[in-house]
């Protein structure tokens, strides 16, 4: 079992930058590949970035690349999410998963899920 706790959210203007943080329970968090997907209301959860189990490999949404960084601690069991240069569309609530093997980009690849934190970009 993993317990996923999502944290860093906020109001930024655009142009700005937050940093999420997710806080992982479970012995096994060294193993998962980590994930960020965001939900805007009205639409579907979608892919942000996803990370290695080890950190090595990391891929992102096109949407974002170049302007979020994901990374992991797995010392501290953390999974953090850079943005930078926000844009009125992240506005989203943010949510972090745990996969269970490969490097996942669908939703489906995810078995557990963080209950969101709230991300809004005012332009």
């Known amino acids: 079992q993993v317990q996923l706790v999502e944290s860093g959210g906020g109001l930024v203007q655009a142009g700005g930058s937050l940093r999420l943080s997710c806080a992982a329970s479970?012995?096994?968090?060294?193993?998962?590949?980590m994930g960020w997907f965001r939900q805007a209301p009205g639409k579907e959860r979608e892919f942000v970035a996803v990370?290695?189990?080890?950190?090595?490999?990391?891929y992102y949404a096109d949407s974002v690349k170049g302007r979020f960084t994901i990374s992991r601690d797995n010392a501290k069991k953390m999974v953090y999410l850079q943005m930078n240069s926000l844009k009125p569309e992240d506005t989203a609530v943010y949510y972090c998963?745990?996969?269970?093997?490969?490097?996942?980009?669908?939703?489906?690849?995810?078995?557990?899920w963080g209950q969101g934190t709230q991300v809004t970009v005012s332009s």
């Open positions: 998963a745990a996969g269970t093997e490969g490097i996942p980009t669908m939703s489906g690849g995810y078995d557990y």
């Open positions: 479970g012995r096994t968090f060294r193993n998962y590949p």
């Open positions: 990370i290695s189990w080890s950190g090595g490999t990391t």
